[in-house]
């Protein structure tokens, strides 16, 4: 399991996204505060129901997010980020890493 999860936030429509990287676990929402508690309560989600289905890794059998997001992470612009969450799940940090993307 990755320590750390990288998300790219961005627009689409009236609608904010958050799509993670490493996993392609998504959120969206109208607003970003509604956005960020979203994407946390996915991310606890999908950890618990991985672990439960198959062999007891997090997040195990969810494939990374399509090269398209990757490649906005890469285009982002320098030095702008949402901001690091850490987020505890049973006992163990992960880090997630939110870039705004245009």
């Not at 750390?4 to 607003?31: K, P, S, T």
């Not at 997630?96 to 245009?102: I, K, P, Q």
Request: proline share 4%.
């Amino acid at each position: 399991m990755a320590e750390q999860v990288r998300v790219v936030v961005f627009q689409e429509g009236d609608a904010w996204v958050a799509q993670c990287l490493e996993y392609d676990i998504g959120a969206q929402a109208n607003d970003t505060d509604r956005l960020y508690q979203r994407l946390l309560a996915t991310l606890i989600s999908e950890y618990q129901e991985s672990k439960l289905r198959g062999n007891g890794e997090p997040f195990d059998g969810i494939e990374p997010a399509p090269q398209r997001f990757h490649e906005m992470w890469t285009k982002k612009r320098s030095g702008v980020f949402a901001g690091t969450l850490s987020l505890p799940i049973n006992h163990r940090d992960v880090t997630v890493e939110l870039a705004l993307c245009a």
